[in-house]
């Protein structure tokens, strides 16, 4: 987090997902600048919910949404396999471009 803070990237909204959902983590996820931290018990509609609302036009603007104005893409990061298989499957049928990383660094490399 802290190399993609101090990098060119950021300006790149962040959404955390994360298993450690403590205050303490939140805190933490929220200080290096994050949109939002959720935690993996969310769910999947709340996800949804919290990159829509990033990436909706701002209030009052004439856009007709992210997706169709220009569909983003969603670099989606985590060490495990089965959870980046879902999250693709979850964005791409929602209409958006995803990319997959299992760490950081590799997420960094993709964002580039």
Do not use: I, K, M, Y
């Given at each position: 987090m802290r190399r993609l803070r101090d990098s060119d990237l950021a300006n790149i909204p962040v959404i955390v997902l994360?298993?450690?959902?403590?205050?303490?983590?939140?805190?933490?996820?929220?200080?290096?600048?994050v949109r939002s931290y959720l935690g993996k018990t969310a769910g999947l509609d709340r996800l949804l919910a919290e990159v829509r609302a990033i990436l909706a036009p701002p209030s009052?603007?004439?856009?007709?949404?992210?997706?169709?104005?220009?569909?983003p893409c969603i670099l989606i990061v985590d060490d495990e396999d089965d959870v980046l298989d879902l999250l693709t499957v979850v964005f791409e049928t929602e209409g958006f471009r995803t990319l997959a990383a299992s760490d950081g660094p590799n997420?960094?490399?993709?964002a580039y």
């Open positions: 994360s298993a450690r959902e403590s205050p303490e983590d939140v805190a933490e996820g929220l200080a290096f600048g009052g603007s004439s856009g007709d949404g992210v997706v169709s104005a220009g569909n997420a960094l490399t993709l």
